[in-house]
DNA sequence: GCCGTTTTCGGCCCGACTGTTTTCAGTCG
């Protein structure tokens, strides 16, 4: 799939021409096409044969010959065009905050500087001083972005930054002039990783507010703290910021601050359209406010459906929230169990009893206990004979329990050559099978998404745990073709997951969003190997949300019954369609 | 370069902040 090359080509394209000063509006147009492009579910190469490229909001003629020539030929003439002169890494200075494409063009014609070293020695030899429209304060900002650029260059994932939001926000709700308080930005639509973390407050007082929050247990450095706004840093070495609303401001600024920047400009495009005008303080007719307060009165307004946070990306749910369409999002609340988890027979530190003592508590029926298989030596992977006895003090445990189940299940490896590591007897005996790959990540995109492929056709196979390997910021997953992945889950009823851990969160939003629209179940799972892990069902939860699922798609919102149910059909289906078994 | 319930031309989101210059350009979210 070319979606992604295409998608950064135009990305490069527009910030080239950003550096060269070209028409707004065209770069514009060029970034919109680079996002929908990186957003689609679907194969570019597959809309390109059946010529319905400009059925694509924000692709038009041009952009769609520019696809074409890309896919025949593996070139794009606009971008050899465009990026005669320039250096990528003149571009990329522009990453550097504060420093825009006008002044990176003025450095780079005045001075000569190509990347980031050449600006470092230009700062050092003070040659920035005295150039058109650069001061003293600027150059300050300058050695300040940059530093702010080596720290900021990673993001964190969802998974750091959620627990430290719950925890500012426990503490400001203690606040007596506080009245409204919400996360917003990135965390707030659960995007995967997180850049900031930004919070919103309202009440009438806000320089106390600041106050308390700069004064916060866990802050380390206080970078600002005026009348509206602070931003500190916290031990976790995060950013965090807060802002002070009006109470009757809020809904609007939280509408605002919660982005994406995209979603928002698609909104205000509406609303101008329709002779509105909307800001961080309300939404506006002409000069009167007609609403502000809460957000749903926005949406409203412009004559949609409320947005639930998670899918305000720009991907379509503008169009659905005016049609009515909108999916009806899974829930926290709709979850009934969690299916991929380890305890102590494996690499996991809790018991049995610990962990379907926990998962009670969690308001559970059923909780899979899937350790590892035997191959996993490093994970303390489990003997035949080994996971026999577990299944016998599993089924010894039951007998405790009322209105609880611990499921029998694991989580096979996935060998290199496609074959599972326990043999099928032994998988018949258990209620949930997991499979996953472990190791040979490097075998090659064909190869590895055939050994994928050939598991999912094991007749008991039911979950196919983080499918592409990721590891956020440390490792890319495992190069595979998740078109054949989904396809082969369709045809055989196995479902894929989305596992919850905070470094993993695989599935993506995207492939998630294909999965659910091919047909495929979801089970979303935490991975869990202590009972303190077990919380991340809600960031699974957020990654479901933001790729449209609902609770029909997701096979832990079952009843034990019908979820034994899911498992067995497989087994069953396979059985008529192979007389000799 | 895209788009159309002011449709084939002319507009394209909005406001705050900062710094530099003296009325506004650049950058950011």
């Not at 000569?112 to 030899?125: C, F, H, K, P, S």
């Not at 996935?414 to 099978?433: F, H, Q, S, W």
């Not at 008991?460 to 956020?472: K, S």
């Not at 047909?519 to 869990?528: C, R």
């Amino acid at each position: 799939m070319k979606n992604h090359e295409i998608a950064s080509l135009f990305e490069r394209i527009a910030d080239i021409m950003e550096l060269k000063g070209e028409n707004t509006f065209r770069i514009n147009s060029y970034r919109k096409a680079a996002r929908v492009i990186g957003d689609l579910t679907e194969d570019i190469e597959e809309i390109a044969k059946t010529q319905k490229l400009t059925d694509i909001p924000g692709i038009g003629k041009g952009t769609a010959e520019k696809i074409i020539e890309y896919i025949n030929t593996g070139k794009m003439s606009k971008y050899e065009e465009v990026k005669k002169g320039v250096s990528e890494e003149t571009v990329g200075l522009m990453q550097i905050p504060g420093l825009g494409p006008k002044t990176v063009s003025l450095l780079s014609r005045e001075l000569g500087i190509v990347g980031l070293r050449d600006l470092e020695n230009a700062l050092q030899a003070g040659k920035l001083k005295g150039l058109f429209g650069i001061g003293e304060k600027k150059i300050e900002n300058i050695a300040k972005g940059i530093e702010l650029f080596k720290i900021s260059q990673q993001r964190i994932s969802i998974g750091l930054a959620y627990p430290i939001v719950k925890r500012i926000i426990a503490e400001l709700q203690r606040n007596p002039h506080m009245k409204d308080i919400q996360a917003a930005g990135s965390l707030r639509r659960m995007r995967e990783t997180v850049g900031d973390i930004d919070i919103l407050v309202s009440g009438a007082k806000g320089a106390e507010i600041v106050k308390a929050f700069a004064n916060m247990r866990g802050v380390t450095q206080v970078l600002a703290a005026g009348d509206t706004r602070g931003s500190v840093r916290v031990e976790e070495g995060v950013q965090v910021d807060v802002r002070v609303v009006c109470e009757d401001d809020f809904g609007s600024a939280l509408q605002y601050f919660t982005g994406s920047k995209e979603h928002n400009i698609h909104l205000r495009e509406i609303a101008k359209k329709k002779g509105f005008k909307i800001n961080e303080y309300g939404i506006f007719k002409g000069d009167k406010k007609v609403g502000g307060r809460f957000e749903q009165e926005i949406y409203r307004i412009l004559g949609m459906d409320w947005i639930p946070p998670e899918l305000r990306e720009n991907r379509g749910e503008i169009e659905a929230a005016q049609k009515g369409t909108l999916p009806n999002l899974i829930k926290l609340s709709d979850i009934k169990g969690d299916l991929h988890n380890h305890s102590n027979w494996s690499d996991g530190t809790p018991t049995l009893e610990e962990m379907a003592v926990h998962a009670m508590k969690m308001g559970y029926q059923c909780l899979a206990v899937s350790d590892h298989s035997r191959s996993l030596h490093v994970a303390n992977g489990l003997k035949e004979e080994e996971l026999l006895e577990e299944i016998e003090e599993i089924d010894r445990l039951n007998k405790k329990f009322n209105g609880f189940t611990l499921l029998k299940a694991s989580e096979v490896d996935i060998k290199a050559d496609g074959t599972l590591d326990y043999p099928d007897k032994l998988l018949e005996k258990l209620d949930v099978v997991v499979a996953s790959i472990h190791s040979g990540f490097k075998q090659g995109r064909e190869k590895i998404t055939e050994r994928m492929v050939a598991a999912i056709h094991n007749h008991y196979v039911n979950i196919i745990a983080h499918p592409t390997g990721r590891l956020i910021s440390k490792r890319e997953g495992y190069e595979i073709d998740m078109d054949k992945v989904i396809g082969a889950c369709s045809e055989t009823g196995t479902a894929l997951e989305i596992n919850c851990y905070y470094d993993r969160l695989d599935l993506n939003d995207i492939n998630c969003r294909k999965a659910k629209e091919s047909g495929v179940m979801i089970a979303i799972s935490t991975d869990a190997h202590h009972v303190d892990q077990m919380w991340m069902m809600e960031l699974g939860v957020g990654i479901a949300r933001r790729g449209w699922v609902e609770k029909k798609n997701v096979i832990n919102t079952l009843f034990i019954d019908k979820l034994k149910a899911f498992c067995l059909k497989k087994r069953g289906r396979n059985k008529r369609s192979d007389p000799e078994i």
